[in-house]
């Protein structure tokens, strides 16, 4: 067990740390980040004509489908 007076000089000694931690901190500069304003993950098609049976596995295993588009998400 330890004295009152070392747990004293314990908790002094922790608080002038922290303090002094929370000192430096106070002149580190943060750079905030924003969220991406912009709207992207379209794509242009090159070929029109692509290969059928391709086309229908890939419409086959698409969860969400709309008309001639597939529903997907994108990931920040």
């Known amino acids: ?3 009152e007076k070392q ?5 002094l000694e922790a608080k002038k740390l922290l303090d002094n931690f929370a000192r430096s901190l106070s002149s580190v500069k943060i750079e905030e980040k924003g969220l991406k304003s912009e709207i992207g993950g ?3 098609e090159k070929d ?3 290969d ?3 086309r229908d596995a890939m419409f086959q295993n698409a969860p ?3 008309g001639d588009s597939i529903i997907a998400e994108k990931k920040w």
């Open 52 to 54: 059928p049976d391709f």
């Open 1 to 3: 067990m330890i004295s």
């Open 64 to 66: 969400e489908k709309k």
């Open 48 to 50: 029109p004509e692509c």
């Open 7 to 11: 747990h004293e000089e314990i908790r």
């Open 42 to 44: 379209f794509r242009e």
